[in-house]
């Protein structure tokens, strides 16, 4: 594909240009501390946190106003991102020198704010919590679920959590165990710690994403511009620090040294992805075809494949021999999360075959279970289809489509596993065209459904209006204003985009 210029140089020449992207930065930083303040009233603290006893955090948690207030300001700081990255991206339109700069400032500038909120849009890092502890106590995340420690419930797990194995793989349990061990399972202070965590990935990616990119004669700043400041990531990686954003940056970097002609150190990174979460083991087959060579015939690909697939393995036996945790983690991968999220293909057209089938006088959940495990099937023979056959100079734009087909396909999927193969994807070109403009609706689709559905709002708190009805309501008009109203953001899904006036 086509790419645009490189960034590098001189910051001055954008302004002489009119471009003026410090305009886009300030607003994002305004954006990101609304989503701090707003996180105070209606993010995820913690029962036993020393937090639930500040007077600034009970006004704004037990009254109405409070939490309607912290509400709007979530929401409008969240859409504030969403917007600026756009306006962002507008305004650098031409790639040209220093504008891998501004995108590395936007990052760090918009990304600050969000170390230190509260967790939004997900509790899981408590669960990360729950999960050291049980590794402290010598007891095995894989057999063993967090409902067995005392206190868990105070320390902010969700109770989904309770009775569940842990599906994550045992470099991240023994960083959680060290988190633990640092903390004494203080809830805040544990939350700090795996954001510092999730923030080595997400510096991992500014590092790495545009290095991937140059590999592949892309922009390394539009490259990282799509993947590392767009608000989903920002809010998904750090705000909720996931565990995902080490797995990412650990998988990028990976794939580079790969493609740079070091594939051991790529099989080393790679397999400490699968190590935090099994699902980069994707990406194993086309790292051994990086080591190949592009000139690789099916022999030296299959022996290349297993010596791959030896080293890998070994370095995860080594890894779980600690404590007796072994393999116990493979369970991630052949004992998948039971249901399905309804936005995703295989949820949405899952109920569409239940309805129809129903109709006709069919068993439709039967029908539905069927439709979702063929879809679960075709993802693995789309995966298989490019580790086997394609063009051997493109390996990481068969991975990421790999990747994207294992997760689009599959029953559930979170608004952040989208970010599990983007990198692959900006790194290898993503065109300005419908492909962008799909990139828009989906961050700027589960930045809204994140924004209106992960509230929290305690139950004895009398409110007029709905605080979930308030974030959309909010989240609905943003979203009008970006598409119908906004001179700027308007034109980016109904007109060429153009670099924006000063």
Known sequence: MASPPRAAGSVGQLEQHGQRPWIALLQGVVGSLLVLAGSIGVGWIANGSPMIRNPL??????????????????????????????????????????SLRQVVLAVVLWGAPLLVSVPIFSRDVYAYTGQGRLMAEHLNPYTTGISTLSNWFMLGTDP??????????????????????????QPDFSVLLFRLLAGAGVALCVVYVPKLAALHGMGGARAL?????NPLFLISFIASAHNDALMVGLAVAGAYYAGARRPLLGIVLVTASIAVKPITIVLLPFIGLLWAGQ?????????????TAVISGGLLLLAGLPDGLGLGWTWALTDGTPGYTGYSPSGFGGQMVELAANAVGLDGAAAADGFRTVLTVASIAVAGWLVLFGDPQRVVRRLGLAFAAVVLLAPIIQPWYVLWFLPFLAA???????????????????VVFGAQDQVFVWNFVSLPVSAHILAFAVSLA???YLLLVDVHTRKLLFNRPTPAPG
């Open 160 to 185: 989904s959590w309770a009775e569940n194995r842990t599906p994550y793989g045992p470099l991240f349990l023994w960083l959680a165990r060290g988190v633990v061990a640092v903390t004494g399972a």
């Open 225 to 229: 511009w799509i993947v590392a400041a």
């Open 478 to 480: 943003a979203v009008v």
């Open 295 to 307: 000139a690789a015939g099916w022999g030296r690909r299959f022996l290349f494949w297993a010596a």
């Open 428 to 446: 290898t070109g993503i065109r300005n065209n419908w492909q962008v403009k799909l990139l828009y609706v989906v961050v700027g689709f589960f």
């Open 57 to 98: 955090v009970i006004a704004m948690r037990t009254e109405g106003t409070g939490v309607l207030v912290s509400t709007a300001l979530l929401v409008l700081g969240a859409m504030a991102l969403l917007r600026s990255w756009l306006r962002l991206g507008q305004r650098l339109a031409g790639w040209g020198p220093g």
